[in-house]
Structures are given as C-alpha cells and as structure tokens.
C-alpha cells in the first residue's frame, strides 16, 4: 500500500516536471485584446486584428516583446499619437539580431480609403527596421509621414492606391542598408498599386541619399525625369519593371555613380535611333542590365530584342 503511494507521488511529481518543461520551453505569452502571438520561432509574431483591438497598443500589453508586428483587417485611422504607446520602452539593444524587426499594416480591401496616417502615427516606432504597407488605399501620404522611424532598412508599399502624397512624404527618414542585421536591403518599394500619377511627384525621392535599392514595379508610370533618380547617390539597383515607360532620357544616370543593376522587365522600348543610348552607356560604366530590353516601337523593331 505504502509502496503504491508512493509511485503516485512519484508519478504525479513527473507529470509536474513535464508540464515545468513544457512551460519553460514555450515561454508564457501575453498579448493586447484582439492580438494573438504565433511563437513557431524563437521571436514570434504578434498580430492583431484592428476590428478587435482598443488602440493605442500598449507595449506593456506584449510579452515577449514585439520584434515582428502585424496589424491587419485595417479599415480606417492610425492617428497621430493615438496608434501605439509605451513603445520608447522597446529598446533596440534587445532585438533578436536574426530576424529583422518588422511592423506590417494589412488593410481591409473592401474599403473606399482604408488607411489614414499622419506625421506622428509611428511615434516611438524607431526600433522598426522594416516598415511593410499591404492592400490599403491610403488617402494622403503627409510630409514627415515616416519621420519617426528615423532609420529603416526596408520601407515596401504593396497592393492598393495612394490617392494623394506629399512631395516631403519621405522627410527626415533614412533609408539604407542596416548594420548587423541579416539580408539588408536597403530597399524602397512601391508595387502592384495605383500612384496619384503616371509620373513621380517631382523631388519625392531627393532626401534618400542612402537608399540602396529603389523598386517601382507595375505602379502604372508612362515616363521618368533625369532628376527623378539624380539624388540618390547611394544607389545601386534600381528596378522599374511592367510600367508603360518607353524611353529614359539622357543623362539619367548622370551622378549615380555606384549604381551596379538597372532591371526594365517588362518595358515595351521605343526602339527609334537614339532612343536606347542606356544600352551602350551601361556597358560602358559595368551596369548590369535585367530583364532585356524588347522594342515596342517602330513597329519593324517590334518585339525585337535590341542589344547594344
Ligand atoms: C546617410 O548615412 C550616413 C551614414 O550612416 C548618415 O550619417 C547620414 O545621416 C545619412 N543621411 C541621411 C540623409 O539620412
């Protein structure tokens, strides 16, 4: 008998270890009101859905701390100072080096304008390295807007429209290629989505001398300027791929001095004489050119491949 409780003390005792273990390995989570946390990995991703939640979001309200976070479902305002709070606690110093902290906003597609921002919406929001915009139809890009990240890696705006953007949108954030973390980019991307026009706002690009990569992929554009690309001298790839441009002017990659990749994919070139100067020029200076070049016009070169 005495034997027999024995082995259930021990047992019961066992099954309290397995559970310590269990717990101990998988950690405990807390997260906000309508925010859930996938720990498949050693930093997790948190992401709330912004019909449930009460904004702002607390950074007390996370645990773990929030290195990779998702709001989706958006359908409206992140106000200026409204959006998040507590987060000039999230130091930078206790990221997890192997990933990239990331914030992504997903919107609800039904929406007529699904995403107001302002200058001051990303307060306290320094410690992002990779700002990702998905699906919204945003309805003004402010000066200043990402003022508050300071510096980010990767800034992609994907899917949806922008009805209107300021020529300052970019003011006062840096991006470029960070440090210490794995795969930087340097990356500023804007895809699959309708622009407020089919050329660039004149100056949006001027303060991102550091920027590595820009990507302007099927956002309708039917023609660049010399003096769109002129200032970002810390260029090396610039992707302007499935948009209805046909020439680049001369000059274009005047003071662009590291650039290394230039990829038209998808470009119906107009062929005519001195139309494709690019050609010679990137063999000349070592450019490397992507995604070939096919004539659109005259129509004798049509579909020809052209090569310099
Ligand atoms: C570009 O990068 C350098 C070196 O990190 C930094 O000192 C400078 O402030 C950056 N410039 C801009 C306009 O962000």
């Given at each position: 008998m005495g034997k027999d409780?024995?082995?259930?003390?021990?047992?019961?005792?066992?099954?309290?270890?397995v559970v310590l273990m269990i717990l101990i390995q998988y950690g405990q989570s807390t997260a906000p009101t309508g925010c859930t946390f996938d720990s498949s990995d050693s930093v997790g991703i948190y992401?709330?859905?912004?019909?449930?939640?009460?904004?702002?979001?607390?950074?007390?309200?996370?645990?773990?701390?929030?290195?990779?976070?998702?709001?989706?479902?958006?359908?409206?305002?992140?106000?200026?100072?409204?959006?998040?709070?507590?987060?000039?606690?999230?130091?930078?110093a206790s990221l997890d080096k192997n990933y990239i902290a990331s914030l992504d906003l997903q919107c609800s597609t039904s929406a007529v304008v699904s995403l107001t921002i302002a200058a001051g919406t990303f307060t306290d929001m320094n410690w992002v390295q990779k700002l990702t915009i998905t699906n919204c139809r945003i309805a003004n890009l402010p000066a200043d807007v990402f003022a508050d990240f300071g510096q980010l890696d990767t800034l992609i705006i994907t899917g949806g429209k922008i009805d209107a953007m300021d020529a300052g949108a970019f003011g006062n954030i840096d991006i470029?290629?960070?440090?210490?973390?794995?795969?930087?980019a340097g990356l500023l991307e804007f895809s699959n989505l309708e622009m407020p026009a089919t050329t660039l706002t004149t100056g949006i690009f001027t303060s991102l001398v550091n920027v590595s990569h820009i990507k302007?992929?099927?956002?309708?554009?039917t023609a660049v300027?010399?003096?769109?690309?002129?200032?970002?001298?810390g260029l090396h790839t610039l992707t302007i791929s499935n948009n209805a441009i046909t020439t680049i002017p001369s000059g274009f990659f005047t003071g662009l001095d590291g650039i290394g990749i230039v990829d038209f994919s998808g470009t119906s070139w107009d062929c005519s004489c001195t139309?494709?100067?690019?050609?010679?020029?990137?063999?000349?200076?070592?450019?490397e050119?992507?995604?070939?070049?096919?004539?659109?016009?005259?129509?004798?070169?049509?579909?020809?491949?052209?090569?310099?």
């Amino acid at each position: 008998m005495g034997k027999d409780r024995n082995m259930n003390v021990l047992t019961n005792f066992g099954l309290y270890v397995v559970v310590l273990m269990i717990l101990i390995q998988y950690g405990q989570s807390t997260a906000p009101t309508g925010c859930t946390f996938d720990s498949s990995d050693s930093v997790g991703i948190y992401t709330c859905d912004y019909t449930a939640v009460t904004l702002p979001l607390a950074y007390s309200g996370f645990s773990p701390a929030p290195q990779r976070l998702v709001i989706n479902k958006i359908e409206g305002t992140l106000g200026s100072g409204s959006t998040f709070s507590g987060f000039s606690s999230f130091s930078s110093a206790s990221l997890d080096k192997n990933y990239i902290a990331s914030l992504d906003l997903q919107c609800s597609t039904s929406a007529v304008v699904s995403l107001t921002i302002a200058a001051g919406t990303f307060t306290d929001m320094n410690w992002v390295q990779k700002l990702t915009i998905t699906n919204c139809r945003i309805a003004n890009l402010p000066a200043d807007v990402f003022a508050d990240f300071g510096q980010l890696d990767t800034l992609i705006i994907t899917g949806g429209k922008i009805d209107a953007m300021d020529a300052g949108a970019f003011g006062n954030i840096d991006i470029g290629k960070l440090d210490l973390i794995p795969q930087a980019a340097g990356l500023l991307e804007f895809s699959n989505l309708e622009m407020p026009a089919t050329t660039l706002t004149t100056g949006i690009f001027t303060s991102l001398v550091n920027v590595s990569h820009i990507k302007l992929d099927n956002i309708g554009l039917t023609a660049v300027v010399t003096t769109d690309f002129s200032s970002n001298t810390g260029l090396h790839t610039l992707t302007i791929s499935n948009n209805a441009i046909t020439t680049i002017p001369s000059g274009f990659f005047t003071g662009l001095d590291g650039i290394g990749i230039v990829d038209f994919s998808g470009t119906s070139w107009d062929c005519s004489c001195t139309n494709l100067w690019f050609l010679t020029f990137a063999d000349t200076n070592g450019i490397e050119i992507q995604g070939g070049a096919n004539c659109g016009t005259p129509s004798t070169h049509a579909s020809k491949f052209s090569s310099s």
